[in-house]
C-alpha cells in the first residue's frame, strides 16, 4: 500500500509533475500549515544531481524573508524520496498571467477565476470535476517516476495533530539538507556545484504556448495588438518592478539566481509576485564552485554571454536574464533564436538582437530601452544593480 503522508505532511492533491518529480499541494499535520510539497523521482529516476539541488535549495531560502521571494519550510527524505516543503504560491506564470484579457487583468474577481481555472485545468484536462482517486490514475498511467499513487488519500480522515509516534513513520523520514546529501551519495556520484552537464540535459528553447512558427517570424498585427494592450503593459511594468526588488534582495544577501526565466515567476491572486526556484542560487561569495568544473548552469535561451563563456558571474547575470523576459514579454520573441545549442551560444556572443521597435512599432518605448540595455553583450554595459533598473522603470 503507498503511503498517506511524506514526512509530517498530508498531501491533498498533485499541483504538477515533471521528468523529475512532482509537486503536492499538502499541510503540514504539526501546524495545520498549506504547503507546496516538491517530492522528487526515485529508483531509475532518481537525478542525483536534482537531488542536490533540492538541498542546495532549502539551503539558500531558509534565512531569507522576503514578499517577492518564495518562502521554504523543511527538506528531508521521506521512505526513499526527496522532498522540499516550501510556500504554497496560488497563482499564474508571469507569461499565463500576462496573456490574460483585459478584463480578467483588470478585476481581482477575474484573476480570483483566471487563476482557479488554471489549477483545475492542471489538475484534470478531462474533467475539471473528478475525483482524487482519477487523478492518482491518470498520474499512475503517465508519470514514468515511479512515484506511489494517491488513490486511497481521499478516503482517509484528516488528523488534527501531528505525532510521528503515533503514525508510526518515527524513522521513515530524515529533515535537512545533510539527509538530502547524504541520499544522494548513495548514486556514488561525485558532489557538483552544477546542475547539468552537456547540453542534453538542459531545456533548450522550450516552446511557449502558441510558439509554433518559424525561427525569425516577427509578430503578427494580431499578436501586435495583444502584446501592447494597456492593461497588459501596466501590469508588466508592475510585475517587473517587484521583480527587481526580489533581486535587489537577494543580491543583497550576496546571492545570485542563475536561472531567471517566466516560468520561474509566479503571480498570486494578490497580484505579488514571487521569484521561485533557487535550486541554481549561488553565493557571490563562491567563486570557485560557479564554474570550477566546467559545467553550464541555467537556461540556454537566458543565458548571458557570461555563462556561455564559463565566466565569473555576478549579480548582473540575472539582469541579462530579466532582459531576456522584458524583450519577450514585449514582442512576443526572445532576443536570439536558434536550432541547436550551439547555433544559439553563436548568436548570444556575436550578433545584435533586433531592436525592439523594428518588432514592435508600438512597443512602450521606456520599457524597451531598459530591455535594450539589460541584454547588452557585456556586463559592464547593462545596469550595474537591480536597484538601477527599478529606478529606470518607475520613471517609465
Not at 474533467?127 to 512515484?147: H, K
Not at 535561451?301 to 531576456?324: F, I, K, S
Request: proline share 6%; aromatic share 8%; charged share 25%.
Amino acid at each position: 500500500m503507498p503511503p498517506k503522508v511524506i514526512g509530517p505532511y498530508r498531501v491533498l492533491e498533485t499541483l504538477g509533475s515533471g521528468g523529475a518529480g512532482t509537486v503536492y499541494r499538502a499541510v503540514d499535520r504539526r501546524t495545520g500549515d498549506d504547503a507546496a510539497l516538491k517530492l522528487l523521482s526515485t529508483g531509475p529516476a532518481l537525478d542525483p544531481r536534482a537531488t542536490r539541488r533540492l538541498a542546495r535549495e532549502f539551503e539558500t531560502l531558509q534565512n531569507l524573508s522576503h514578499p517577492n521571494v518564495v518562502r521554504v519550510y523543511d527538506t528531508g527524505v521521506f521512505q526513499g524520496y526527496p522532498y522540499l516543503a516550501m510556500e504554497l504560491v496560488e497563482g499564474l506564470t508571469l507569461r499565463h498571467y500576462l496573456a490574460l484579457s483585459d478584463e480578467d487583468l483588470a478585476s481581482d474577481h477575474g484573476l480570483v477565476r483566471a487563476i482557479t481555472l488554471h489549477r483545475q485545468a492542471m489538475n484534470s484536462e478531462k474533467d475539471p470535476d473528478s475525483s482524487l482517486e482519477a487523478e492518482a490514475a491518470d498520474e499512475n498511467e503517465e508519470d514514468p517516476s515511479g512515484l506511489f499513487s494517491l488513490a486511497t488519500f481521499g478516503e482517509e480522515a484528516p488528523s488534527e495533530e501531528y505525532s510521528a509516534s503515533e503514525s508510526g513513520d518515527e524513522d521513515a523520514y530524515e529533515s535537512g539538507p545533510d539527509s538530502v546529501r547524504r541520499f544522494a551519495q548513495l548514486a556514488d556520484e561525485p558532489d557538483t556545484n552544477s546542475s547539468y552537464s552537456g547540453f542534453n540535459a538542459l531545456p533548450f528553447d522550450v516552446p511557449t504556448p502558441g510558439e509554433q512558427r518559424s525561427l525569425g517570424a516577427r509578430p503578427s498585427e494580431i499578436e501586435l495588438v495583444a502584446l501592447n494592450r494597456g492593461e497588459r503593459v501596466g501590469r508588466l511594468k508592475d510585475a517587473m518592478l517587484q521583480l527587481t526588488e526580489a533581486l535587489a534582495y537577494i543580491h543583497g544577501h550576496g546571492l545570485i539566481h542563475r536561472d531567471l526565466k517566466p516560468t520561474n515567476i509566479m503571480v498570486d491572486e494578490d497580484r505579488t509576485v514571487r521569484l521561485m526556484d533557487f535550486g541554481l542560487a549561488k553565493f557571490l561569495a563562491d567563486d570557485s564552485a560557479v564554474t570550477a568544473d566546467g559545467r553550464l548552469v541555467g537556461t540556454f535561451r537566458y543565458m548571458a554571454p557570461e555563462q556561455v563563456l564559463g565566466e565569473h558571474l555576478d549579480a548582473r547575470t540575472d539582469l541579462y536574464g530579466l532582459g531576456v523576459i522584458l524583450y519577450e514579454l514585449l514582442s512576443g520573441r526572445p532576443p536570439f533564436e536558434a536550432k541547436t545549442p550551439y547555433e544559439l551560444w553563436q548568436k548570444v556572443l556575436e550578433t545584435e538582437p533586433a531592436p525592439l521597435n523594428a518588432l514592435n512599432p508600438k512597443v512602450d518605448r521606456t520599457l524597451a530601452r531598459v530591455a535594450m540595455k539589460l541584454i547588452r553583450k557585456e556586463p559592464g554595459d547593462r545596469f550595474q544593480t537591480a536597484e538601477e533598473v527599478y529606478e529606470a522603470l518607475l520613471h517609465a
